[in-house]
């Protein structure tokens, strides 16, 4: 697989651009994971957040599914605040201060 990064190159290219290696051809991919960090073709390492959070809220979530007939109430809010609380926030600030999100003013 390969993956192109750059305006320049990739305005040039045609769209049937194909990269061969011997008589194999390689792959083109949008994003690819290097060193455990995803990056798309813009060199933009969000879809890596993307994909570590809803990862982490879906375990979570998933505790806290199977546990709401066996915990009290008190126990599966301390679960919520301990598991997804604290990567909801970050993420929250993280997107804040990249500019991902901004707040509307009420």
Request: aromatic share 12%.
């Amino acid at each position: 697989m390969y993956l192109l990064t750059g305006k320049k190159i990739q305005s040039n290219l045609p769209e049937e651009f194909l990269v061969r290696l011997g008589n194999h051809q390689i792959k083109h991919e949008q994003s690819v994971k290097y060193l455990g960090v995803i990056v798309d073709e813009k060199l933009n390492w969000s879809s890596h957040l993307i994909k570590q959070i809803e990862t982490k809220l879906a375990f979570s979530s998933s505790v806290i599914y199977k546990t709401r007939n066996i915990l009290p109430l008190n126990m599966l809010k301390l679960l919520y605040y301990s598991f997804a609380y604290t990567h909801l926030s970050c993420v929250l600030q993280l997107c804040y201060s990249l500019g991902f999100w901004q707040p509307r003013h009420i």
